[in-house]
């Protein structure tokens, strides 16, 4: 089994920045999983925002975040990160991280940017 944990959502200003921590846990969780985060905006489909390589050395981003979002990995605290600066209202969404391998979501974490 794996689990997923995400936090660090909350309500910022356009302009602002917040780091999104995904913890992971479980017998089943191997450090060399890809990872991704995926956001929900309201009345919206889910959709990817950004994957990163077990290893940490590849990474892929949406175009609308590219620039100003950086996703990243600490496999000792088996944790994966999303900095996210330069918000804008459009970033308003629920943030769900995901182990490409094993199909398994966290709960999500709210972020709201206001303008």
């Known amino acids: 089994q794996v689990q997923l944990v995400e936090s660090g959502g909350g309500l910022v200003q356009a302009g602002g920045s917040l780091r999104l921590s995904c913890a992971a846990s479980g017998r089943d969780f191997s450090s060399t999983y890809r990872m991704r985060w995926f956001r929900r905006a309201p009345g919206k489909e889910r959709e990817f925002v950004a994957t990163i390589s077990g290893s940490g050395d590849s990474t892929y981003y949406t175009d609308s975040v590219k620039g100003r979002f950086t996703i990243s990995r600490d496999n000792a605290k088996k944790t994966v990160y999303l900095q996210m600066n330069s918000l804008k209202p459009e970033d308003t969404a629920v943030y769900y991280c995901?182990?490409?391998?094993?199909?398994?979501w966290g709960q999500g974490t709210q972020v709201t940017v206001s303008s």
């Open positions: 995901n182990v490409q391998a094993t199909g398994t």
